[in-house]
């Protein structure tokens, strides 16, 4: 059973590896900071899960004491992981719906720290202390969960759109935070274990680890590799010819505004973008806005010293990396 457990947690580590290595790999293909921090989250995940092997390692296979059983190991270093991968979840979900306000991006990991503080020091040693200590994350989680169905409530039209492509994680949060609280609850609160069962590798292994949150880990680690892969072949270097793809017109729907917001682009050069990424040369764009080629060339100059690119076929890759 201990060679089970082990190469159990092997196989969750290996999949958060593989998943920091995609979203660096797509980060580097784009350059946006949401795909940056989703890789830092499953980088600072597997840390977590690599000190909990070091401790199962070290024990032996062997729970020396039933106290030990709702003790914190190493709390500070527990809850400063936590944070950090929460908080890498919540920037990158920001980035993602362009909410770029400082004190949103650093409050809820402020007050995960300080509930998680207060629970260490002010909470006797004990199941409650335990329970209420792992439940903090579930309250962070919550929170972005939380605050991305209230954005899709409140967004219209190409926006809603794009936070409609996060409905599989959303879903996937969703049911394993209630799972995850149900197994808290029945573990550390309500379960009595049998002596025969203490005395076993099996009551260390769970006493060390969730297993709904490892699953979800898991689950989240495949979606972000099929994601990158899609990504990755959303366009291809030459992307000059125009595509009816649906999923690259839902991209350009959801990524046009951003892009524009970010350097500053007008209304009418955010049109001329548009005809610009659906592969229109400067006739095919002057007759669709009925402008003059001259303005059209004007407007594309523009927007290429916006955007600091020098070329047309540059302005293009530039936008399909945002």
Known sequence: ???????????????????TVSMLSLYAARRSPAYLFVAIAFLLYFFDLTF???????????????NMFYAIPSPYLKAILAMGVLESVWIAL????????????????????TASLVVIHFLPEGSLRQWCFYSTREVFTAWILLFTLVQYRKASGPYKAGIRKLKVPVVLGVVFCILIVIENTF?????QPSTELMNSVAFLFISERNI???LLAFVLALFAV??????SQLRSK???LPSQDEAEKCYVDFTIDRYCEKYGLTRRERDILCCIVEGKDYQNTASELYLAIGTVKSHTHNILQKTRTKTRQELLQDFWRY
Not at 9 to 19: E, G, K, Y
Not at 52 to 66: A, K, M, P
Not at 94 to 113: D, G, M, S
């Open 226 to 231: 099929h994601f990158s892969l899609s990504a």
């Open 238 to 240: 030459d992307i000059s």
């Open 1 to 19: 059973m201990e060679v089970a457990f082990y190469a159990y947690t092997i196989l969750i580590m290996a999949s958060c590896i593989a998943a």
């Open 212 to 214: 709904t949150e490892n």
């Open 52 to 66: 909990i092997f070091q401790s199962e390692y070290l024990s032996h296979g062997v729970l020396h004491d039933r």
């Open 187 to 191: 573990v550390i609160l309500l379960w």
């Open 94 to 113: 920001c980035y993602y719906l362009n909410k770029r306000n400082i004190v949103l991006l650093v409050a809820p990991a402020a007050v995960f720290l």
